[in-house]
């Protein structure tokens, strides 16, 4: 996804192991944009500051659950770089 610009359709894993099919809405060296049906996903590079990846989810589903939203991708976080 090295070239994958604004606009690309793509599906990235989510929390579970989940399929999320997504769009960039917006795309840098330091930060990634998806929009999905009824969220904003936004991952961030925080490197220069020494802290780490962030993300932010904006769930706009009805029965959203901002708890269940950071626990869950908090969890798969901790996966993909290794932390418990």
């Known amino acids: 996804m090295d070239d ?3 606009g690309t359709k793509t599906a990235v ?3 579970g192991g989940r399929t999320l099919d997504a769009v960039i809405d917006y ?4 930060f990634v944009g998806l ?3 009824d969220a904003h996903i936004r991952f ?5 500051w020494g ?3 962030g993300v932010g989810v904006h769930d706009f589903a009805p029965d959203a659950d901002a708890e269940a939203n950071r626990t869950a991708w908090q969890d798969r976080l901790n996966g993909v770089f ?3």
Do not use: E, I, Q
């Open 4 to 6: 994958a610009a604004a």
């Open 27 to 30: 795309r840098s060296p330091y």
């Open 82 to 84: 290794g932390r418990s």
């Open 35 to 37: 929009r999905t049906d």
């Open 44 to 48: 961030f590079g925080r490197g220069s």
């Open 51 to 53: 802290a780490p990846l």
């Open 13 to 15: 894993r989510g929390p």
